[in-house]
Structures are given as C-alpha cells and as structure tokens.
C-alpha cells in the first residue's frame, strides 16, 4: 500500500535511507553519505507532501520523493520532450526487502501519480556509481539522456526520462 509520508515515520525513513547508504557504500557507491539525504530533506518533502511510502502493514519497506522540482543542471540536458515533468528524488528500499521489485513498485506508483495529475512525462537522475538503479530505469522504460555534475559529489549523475 502506498501512502503519503507523515513526519511520525521520518526515524523509520532514516534506518531505511542509513541501510541504503551502508549497502551503497559497500558496493562502492559513495552517492549518498552523511551529508545527503539528510532527515531534513524528507520533513521538508513530508511539509509539502511530495513523499510517498510503501508499506506492508504497519512496515514501511520503501520511500519515493516525487515533485516538480528540477535541479538547474537539468536545463543542459536533452530532454526527449520540453513538457511539463514530475521528478522523482530519493528512492530508498529497506535493505532486507531489497531484490523484492519494490523499486519498481516506487516507479509504478510515480507513474501512475503523473497520469493522475495529467502530467506524461518523469525525469530523474542517478549517481554514475550506482549500477542498481540505472538498471531500474533502464528496465521500467526509462532512457538515457545526458549527464550532469553536481558540486555535492565527485562523479557525474546520468539524467533519464520517460513519456508516458
């Protein structure tokens, strides 16, 4: 079941993020660390109601940011479309329920929230370094667009998008 995040679930979003980050890390992806996401950023996503989770009973098992928010360094990349875009940030799955197709539930569910709002376009980005979810938006039908740098980690982000 999905659900919009309430701030009495923002220490349950923080061990799922810490466990991603551990897992990331340990695969050699330093995208995200101690200084982002940090709880701040998801109490602010939780104020203007942009995060989402998804839960089993009482345990939330996954959590996706998704707005209209686009970085700056989106406008040098070659968008396939010039649309009006929602932009999905922070996807984060409990670590033991990694592996679950959770990550694609989290996509599905963006995807359905655009067609709702009769948005039929995503945009997102993710690290070079992480292997996992270029994989997730290749796969869900996502394509590659271009690449960008932002100042807050060594590497590039590679940006995607998809018309639904």
């Given at each position: 079941m999905f659900r919009k995040a309430v701030i009495e679930d923002i220490e349950e979003i923080m061990n799922i993020v810490q466990g991603a980050v551990a897992k990331m890390n340990e695969l050699g992806n330093d995208q995200w660390g101690e200084d982002y996401p940090k709880a701040q950023d998801y109490l602010k996503d939780i104020k203007e109601g942009t995060l989402f989770v998804y839960c089993q009973g009482n345990d939330i098992l996954g959590v996706i940011c998704i707005n209209e928010d686009e970085a700056p360094e989106y406008s040098d990349v070659s968008w396939r479309i010039n649309a009006k875009a929602l932009v999905i940030h922070r996807i984060a799955v409990k670590v033991h329920s990694q592996g679950k197709g959770i990550a694609y539930k989290l996509?599905?569910?963006?995807?359905?929230?655009?067609?709702?709002?009769g948005i039929n376009y995503i945009r997102t980005d993710t690290y070079t370094k992480n292997?996992?979810?270029?994989r997730l938006f290749l796969k869900?039908?996502?394509e590659f667009r271009g690449v960008i740098h932002f100042t807050r980690r060594p590497e590039d982000f590679y940006c995607y998008d998809k018309v639904l």
């Open positions: 996509l599905g569910f963006a995807e359905d929230l655009a067609r709702e709002t292997n996992g979810a270029q869900s039908g996502y």
